[in-house]
């Protein structure tokens, strides 16, 4: 019979030319980019083969730079770990990234690996339902709309009028740069200008001094103050108060811990209060506290609890507290949604590093490698007193103010010249965000790397005052002064 379709072209037994992207030299990078994109980043090109654990590889200078910064606090075990290589997981890395699946309504076997993998290591118990999107603003928005949605529900079951469409947050917040996250998000107005916001209610965030015993009152103080802000906001917006959102520690803000304490006096006021209790934890998540999540780390559970960054995959875990009304945004289609529903191939790439992390211990090396950072940083704040102060640490998540804005990013730009990467946060902070595998060695040259940053820009200390028995006057001051954890009095239950 003849064919009604035309005849398909012969297949040539020759390979088809090159039609890949032209090479671009390392030197050629940022010129090129420019031509398109505003390229104010670091003068870097990144060797993605030459860059090893937590030394990032410059192709353009040749040097190797301590990385502290890891992406934004994003890449939780540095790079080319030898098992990021194994052939069964560059495998199954390629097979989901050859073609990119809508997750949301199409399943896959990697899929469900990354699903049970991530429940079996960092899930926790009390927030059984899991939503995935594309990176951390939208992470937090989804869980803005799933309380905005539980709180309306309730009202109108309630027979109440009020909408429940706001979101209680923090001075100093930052959760992103998206639509709903741009209301809440309140540190660098460069951010936040000119666009479109609504006013929520916005209470000051009462964070530690430290060391905390020297500055205990006042912090106290803060805390009192801020939770009758909060008791006032409730009770002016009578069930508009849909959640209450906080980072565990506001990161970008400037690296403002919290007492567990204050986290659990929040916890109250979300029950009592009918609101839900929202920890973003773009960024203090999986693992940098030396804990999956900083709400194991302070022992207080949220209703909602947002990630993205070391995870590679942003979504959000939520509580059975949910339930308390039918057709929640867990239990009825296309409330929140997206077409990808996260990304399969940054779902592979997280089930390795997931198991990469239970294997090798690594919130264990995480709380140890901290401990010395943060050790260190104090050292150094002793040394120089005039212009280092508030060192604080929980878990790697460690960071020290310098007096003024200039002299923290003078800082910066010596610690580059002694390649090493750190990152700056809030006004005056110098933050510290290595790899969890990070090694002690590594630790200990950047602490080295950062005194000579130090020396570069504030000069040699002046020589400290003896005392008769050689000691200095306050004499040294232990490590736990300033370590959040040492505050509670409590332990966090994993
Ligand atoms: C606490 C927090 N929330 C949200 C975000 C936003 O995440 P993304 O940049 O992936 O949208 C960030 C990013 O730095 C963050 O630190």
């Known amino acids: 019979m003849a064919s009604v379709l035309p005849s398909a072209p012969a297949p040539s037994s020759r390979p088809p030319a090159s039609i890949g992207p032209r090479h671009i030299a390392a030197a050629d990078v940022h010129e090129s980019l420019n031509e398109h994109l505003l390229v104010d980043g670091y003068p870097l090109v990144v060797d993605l083969d030459k860059s090893h654990g937590s030394y990032l590889y410059d192709a353009k200078s040749g040097h190797e730079y301590l990385d502290f910064f890891t992406f934004f606090s994003s890449n939780p075990i540095g790079f080319n770990h030898p098992r990021m290589h194994s052939a069964d997981f560059s495998q199954r890395l390629l097979r989901a990234a050859r073609t990119r699946v809508s997750n949301s309504d199409v399943y896959t076997s990697l899929m469900a690996e990354f699903v049970t993998t991530l429940e079996r290591t960092a899930g926790l118990p009390e927030l059984p339902y899991y939503f995935f999107v594309d990176g951390g603003a939208l992470a937090v928005e989804n869980a803005m709309k799933a309380a905005f949605d539980w709180k309306r529900r309730k009202n109108i079951a309630a027979g109440r009028s009020a909408l429940g469409e706001k979101i209680l947050h923090f001075e100093h917040a930052f959760h992103g740069r998206s639509g709903y996250t741009l209301s809440v998000t309140n540190t660098d107005p460069v951010k936040t200008d000119y666009f479109p916001q609504f006013i929520w209610p916005r209470v000051p965030s009462p964070a530690i001094s430290f060391p905390f015993r020297a500055h205990q009152d006042e912090v106290l103080a803060r805390e009192a103050a801020c939770l009758t802000a909060i008791e006032d906001e409730f009770d002016r917006g009578r069930n508009e108060i849909a959640g209450i959102l906080i980072e565990p520690i506001q990161s970008e803000g400037g690296d403002r811990h919290f007492r567990s304490e204050f986290l659990a006096e929040l916890r109250k006021l979300a029950d009592t209060r009918e609101a839900l209790l ?50 929640h945004v867990f239990a009825k289609s296309g409330r929140i949604n997206s077409t990808w529903g996260g990304s399969l191939t940054d779902m592979v790439r997280a089930t390795q590093i997931l198991r990469i992390i239970e294997d090798e211990a690594l919130l264990n090396n995480a709380r140890q490698r901290g401990h010395e950072l943060h050790v260190g940083l104090q050292a150094l704040e002793l040394r120089w007193p005039d212009h280092l102060s508030n060192a604080r640490g929980a878990g790697l998540i460690c960071a020290i103010d310098l007096r003024t804005p200039a002299l923290r990013d003078a800082v910066i730009a010596a610690a580059m010249a002694e390649h090493m990467l750190v990152l700056a946060c809030g006004t005056t902070s110098l933050r510290f965000r290595p790899a969890l595998n990070v090694s002690c060695v590594a630790i200990a040259e950047g602490l080295g790397r950062l005194e000579a940053a130090l020396l570069r820009t504030l000069g040699r200390p002046e020589p400290k005052i003896t005392n008769a028995r050689g000691g200095t006057p306050a004499g040294p001051r232990r490590a736990s002064d300033g370590n959040v954890r040492n505050l509670r009095g409590r332990r966090s239950r994993r």
């Open 278 to 327: 929202i920890f973003d934890e773009v960024q203090t998540g999986l693992g940098s506290t030396g804990r999956w999540w900083a709400s194991q780390y302070h022992g207080v559970t949220p209703d909602l609890l947002c990630f993205a960054k070391k995870l590679q995959v942003g979504g959000l875990f939520a509580s059975r507290r949910l339930d308390d009304v039918e057709d």
